[in-house]
């Protein structure tokens, strides 16, 4: 393989573990979590301290999401410079760049600052509406990353001109 072919392996093997982090915190993570009672013999947690382990992972994932924003724009950007321009990939990166710095930069320090107010606040209708507007970024983000990956997947396939 030459190093254009790693450099696109790589940085498709990142997509799909961010996809499959994405993937994993929502459908698995969060449900356990949130429905602790039903998993421990005792219900041992609020659904405040619920929230509060839920926080903390979203808050250490905000740097894999951080990472991960730096080199779709890289990538991308240098896809771009060598003339190698696709609309759909284009899109997909801003759209997975976007949702990415939104979650990690503007929803989790947000519901973290909200959590350090006490559950009263997060019991709130502001939180509330907070929480879905997170959720709904981040379910922009998964469809962002599958269209990226197989667009980029594609692409590889796809004879050079010329």
């Known amino acids: 393989m030459n190093i254009k072919q790693w450099n696109v392996t790589l940085y498709l093997l990142a997509i799909g573990a961010t996809l499959g982090a ?3 915190l929502g459908v698995f993570v969060a449900p356990v ?3 602790s009672g039903s998993v421990l013999p005792n219900h041992l947690l609020s659904r405040y301290e619920e929230g509060m382990l839920m926080g903390e992972i979203f808050r250490r994932f ?3 999401a951080y990472a991960m924003a ?6 991308e950007i ?8 696709d609309k759909w990939a284009i899109m997909s990166a801003l759209l997975g760049i976007a949702t990415l710095l939104m ?5 989790v320090p ?6 350090a107010q006490g559950p009263d606040a997060t019991a709130s209708e502001a939180f509330s509406s907070l929480h879905a507007a997170s959720e709904f970024d981040f379910k922009l983000l998964a469809v962002s990353l599958v269209v990226l990956f197989v667009r980029r997947m594609r692409l590889m396939f796809v004879p050079k001109a010329g």
Request: proline share 0%.
């Open 22 to 24: 994405v993937l994993v």
């Open 33 to 35: 979590i949130f429905h």
């Open 62 to 64: 905000g740097y894999w």
């Open 70 to 75: 730096v080199i779709i724009l890289v990538f």
């Open 78 to 85: 240098n896809e771009y410079r060598h003339q190698r321009r």
């Open 103 to 107: 979650f990690a930069a503007v929803y």
């Open 110 to 115: 947000m519901i973290l600052n909200m959590q």
